[in-house]
């Protein structure tokens, strides 16, 4: 399929990536272009230059969503201060937005966002299940209740961010184990998962009822997900997560598009299946728990971004980049409109996820339904 | 055998219901009570647990029936009342009703539930027959979509108004106990006409079982038994839901129980269910009543901790990857 052509290789791919060498491919009816990305001697993906350019474009939406977190409404950063503010010339009250109120929510929401869209494409491309995800499977669920738990049980022992960690990892184990087979079986997964997340569900719904109405309000907004209030420490404990899943993320991209043609074709082409799924299910696990211990349960982010990103790049493939990109676009642009709607004031930002996110899956399956089975 | 089985363990359960709460009772109190006995202080303290006993058998029986059509309907094991958007709906309507209209009391909140939850059913059903055709999968997920964008509506409507909150978190917890006997006589119409036109359905789904050419050829529409089936889930599980509260594993489990017990034929498994149901709703209300007592576990609680683990387990013997 792939012929070498160094007559044709294309030069500037994907910035902070090396491009040692380029090839091309081309198919018989359709020429599509191919770079390849390599990373050291471990990585090489092609890439099309079609998906290039979408990331490209991300890219720039992104950055658009944060200048504008950053500038628009009443204590916004003006345009033209933005630069020099960066920079570290911030003053008075420019330095308080930057540093204090927008600059670490910005920070989070980016990191946040990333993660949950490269744990959603990992998830989603093992269990082939285009509504997989980890919230899918009670993670979601047992960070609210370990949250709630924490709340009622340990109050000013036990940091909120700490009990939702834990009972997502909790939930994720009970699953694991109640399976009897791990995480290979997608099935028993999303059965599994309902189960665990009704008992977590309950045990939330009971805290709520159990303590007094400031904190059940309080504690129902970080359940939902909300990013009022981040702080700089919770920038650094995500990125961290990133820094630390990324790599990973990248070794699994090769074994995971073998891994989409069936179980027997990838065995025939030498690859094993089953270690690469749990690796990659473990791997989007702990990218969602980070994310939910930073942010609380965001709804919908991980479901959604890998099926953008299926839609614009048109092709196969596990999407690990394009739904990184997407998730973090995704989750600016619905912080950016928490914040500046002026129809509600600084709602959970899991909110208007959950209505986008559920709006949109109605609108997929309508265009399903409209084509023939 | 089964139905004598059935039959004494729904007793034991009515027994238990009335005779175990904060202050217990012996047996022998409840019976000298039911034939006219009984110090004045015994009586009061049983005869206060006749509404919620009634609303438990009532609860029971529908959500029990409710989740037999809807297994047998959409063939999916896993198919329950909840997935039809009847909980969102209900909790929607009564956080609006609270909000806009200045709702406020279980009596006028029970009927914006019943409301909320039939008309999104309704909803639900014309999504998910709206490209032509009517396959139940369309309309689970229509349900999931429809309960994930309700449930943003919610929150963000109770997360701005407290007093809101406090109606809604009180309700969506699901309990049988602080509601009259007006919430049974309430909701009992609706809940009635779903278990009779349950009842007429079942040779229809009898005859479906074998297949819906089958069903066909015995003149039978599958469409519209299918069609009515899902209306009179709706009905009853929206009944449950007002009077109650949203109660999960009820609808899931018992359908499993009473396959197992009973066969296929769907007229002995929507009487079996009848029974299993409020026997089922009963002892979890009363093992909420007695684990922390003199406090209450809602049996919202109760059942979704004696139901999941129960899920877990079977999902050990599920066949295949799938």
């Not at chain 1, 491009?19 to 890439?47: E, L």
């Not at chain 1, 959603?120 to 269990?127: D, I």
């Not at chain 1, 959950?354 to 949109?360: L, R, T």
Request: proline share 5%; with cysteine.
């Amino acid at each position: 399929m792939k012929t070498a052509d160094p007559t044709d290789t294309p030069t500037g791919a994907d910035a902070g990536t090396d491009t040692r060498a380029g090839t091309t491919a081309r198919r018989q009816a359709r020429p599509v272009r191919r770079i390849m990305v390599r990373i050291g001697p471990w990585v090489a993906v092609p890439v099309r230059r079609s998906s290039l350019i979408a990331a490209a474009i991300s890219l720039l939406l992104l950055l658009g969503g944060a200048v504008a977190t950053l500038s628009m409404g009443r204590l916004g950063i003006d345009l033209a201060d933005l630069p020099s503010a960066l920079m570290g010339e911030a003053r008075g009250k420019n330095a308080f937005v930057l540093n204090r109120l927008r600059g670490p929510r910005l920070v989070v929401a980016i990191g946040t966002g990333a993660a949950f869209g490269l744990s959603g494409a990992l998830f989603q491309s093992v269990t082939r299940n285009p509504l997989g995800s980890p919230d899918v499977i009670g993670l979601g669920a047992g960070a609210g209740a370990g949250a709630a738990a924490a709340a009622l049980f340990l109050p000013d022992v036990m940091p909120i961010a700490v009990g939702s960690l834990l009972g997502g990892l909790i939930a994720m184990a009970v699953v694991y184990f109640s399976t009897g087979t791990g995480f290979r079986s997608p099935g028993r997964l999303v059965v599994a998962g309902i189960g665990v997340a009704a008992m977590a569900t309950a045990l939330t719904q009971y805290v709520v009822y159990a303590v007094e109405r400031d904190k059940a309000s309080a504690l129902t907004a970080y359940i939902n997900g909300s990013l009022s209030a981040r702080s700089w420490e919770d920038a650094t404990t995500i990125w961290i997560v990133l820094l630390v899943c990324v790599p990973f993320a990248a070794l699994l991209a090769r074994p995971l598009s073998i891994g989409e043609m069936g179980d027997d074709t990838s065995t025939g082409l030498g690859a094993r299946p089953a270690r690469t799924a749990t690796a990659a299910i473990a791997l989007s696990i702990m990218l969602s728990a980070g994310a939910v211990s930073v942010a609380g349960p965001i709804a919908f982010i991980s479901l959604t971004a890998p099926q953008i990103a299926k839609r614009v790049t048109r092709s196969g493939g596990p999407h690990l980049v394009m739904s990184t990109l997407l998730g973090a676009l995704l989750l600016v642009l619905a912080d950016l409109t928490a914040q500046q709607l002026p129809l509600f004031d600084d709602l959970p930002v899991g909110l208007y996820t959950m209505a986008v996110g559920g709006g949109y899956l109605g609108y997929l399956l309508i265009r399903e339904w409209h084509r023939p089975v | 055998m089964a139905a004598v089985l059935c039959l004494t363990l729904f007793a034991l359960a009515l027994l238990a219901s009335v005779m175990f709460g904060s202050k217990a009772t012996s047996a022998g109190d409840v019976l000298r009570v039911l034939t006219g006995g009984g110090d004045e202080y015994t009586r009061t303290v049983i005869e206060s647990r006749y509404p919620r006993t009634a609303l438990g058998v009532l609860a029971g029986l529908c959500l029990a029936v409710a989740g037999t059509l809807m297994q047998g309907i959409t063939r999916n094991p896993l198919a329950e009342p909840g997935l039809l958007g009847i909980n969102a709906g209900a909790s929607a309507s009564i956080v609006a009703a609270t909000a806009f209209l200045g709702a406020s009391g279980q009596r006028e909140t029970i009927w914006w539930a019943l409301v909320g939850a039939l008309a999104t059913g309704v909803v639900v059903h014309l999504i998910g027959t709206a490209g032509g055709g009517s396959s139940p999968v369309r309309l689970v997920l229509a349900g999931a979509v429809l309960s994930a964008v309700l449930a943003a509506f919610i929150q963000a409507v109770a997360l701005s108004k407290p007093q809101v909150f406090d109606t809604y978190r009180y309700w969506v917890v699901g309990a049988l106990g602080g509601r009259g006997f007006d919430a049974v006589w309430a909701v009992l119409p609706f809940a009635g006409a779903g278990f009779v036109l349950a009842a007429l359905l079942a040779p229809g789904l009898n005859a479906m079982a074998m297949g819906d050419d089958k069903a066909a050829s015995l003149g039978i529409s599958p469409a519209r038994v299918k069609g009515a089936g899902l209306l009179a889930a709706t009905l009853l599980a929206g009944a449950a839901t007002a009077a109650v509260g949203p109660i999960a594993f009820v609808g899931l489990a018992v359908p499993h129980l009473v396959r197992a017990l009973v066969g296929a034929d769907f007229r002995l498994q929507i009487l079996f269910a009848s029974l299993a149901g409020p026997t089922l709703l009963l002892f979890a209300d009363v093992i909420g009543r007695v684990l922390l007592r003199p406090q209450e576990l809602m049996v919202g609680v109760v059942t979704a901790f004696v139901g999941a683990p129960a899920l877990l387990f079977a999902v050990r013997r599920m066949r295949g990857a799938a």
